[in-house]
């Protein structure tokens, strides 16, 4: 969307932005973004009636993401090269974590309705990473489980710990079904509240 007004805080920049169904907020990590620029918002996760305490503001609706398009930073275009380059030429082959309640990333996905707010952990490799939305960081993970094609070979985690592409770790969280963060973003399944712990090399 074209950005209507700018406002920049902490490690935020909030935007006002008009799009064709009308005028919504966005926030996005500190960005270089002049009014009258147009925009789009990556790995789009929207909250209703987020309070920004920096803003003194409680918006109705805002959606959090990556700042995509022209007004990327170099740096987001390199991270998600280096999402294709790991996923498309290194396949992922990590073992299943071991103990009670383990399971791998094709698991988790398939048996979502029985695992609902259920204790689960699984190892896997991060292939996708976005730090301090809503205070979590997103964890994507795979473990070679699955497939594209079914949609059972990736994972969100969220997590207060943090990690990197290409970190080997294990997770233990609370398997979620049917979050929706408003305006149409919702994921069938999703661990929260996961505690991370790094894979032996």
């Known amino acids: 969307g074209e950005v209507l007004e700018v406002k920049n805080v902490d490690s935020y920049t909030y935007l006002r932005l008009k799009t064709k169904d009308g005028e919504t907020w966005a ?22 009636n987020f309070e920004s305490k920096a803003l003194k503001k409680t918006f109705p609706t805002i ?28 396949p992922i082959k990590i ?43 997103w964890i994507h993970l795979r473990d ?17 710990a943090s990690a990197k592409m290409g970190d080997r770790i294990t997770i233990s969280g609370v398997v979620r079904n049917d979050k929706d963060f408003g305006a149409g973003y919702s994921y069938k399944v999703l661990i929260e509240d996961a505690t991370l712990t790094p894979l032996q090399k």
């Open 27 to 48: 926030a996005v990590s500190t960005a270089a973004v002049k009014k009258g620029a147009k925009v789009n918002i990556d790995n789009p996760m929207v909250m209703t």
């Open 63 to 90: 959606i959090f993401g990556n700042l995509g398009g022209a007004a990327a930073t170099p740096s987001l275009f390199n991270s998600k090269m280096t999402v294709a380059n790991m996923t498309d030429s290194a």
């Open 95 to 137: 073992a299943k974590a071991s103990g009670a309640n383990a399971y791998t990333v094709a698991d988790i996905v398939t048996k979502s309705v029985q695992l609902k707010d259920k204790p689960v952990k699984v190892s896997g490799q991060v292939v996708k990473y976005n730090a301090g939305i809503m205070g979590k960081n």
């Open 144 to 160: 070679g489980s699955g497939t594209a094609a079914k949609s059972d070979n990736d994972i969100l985690v969220t997590s207060a």
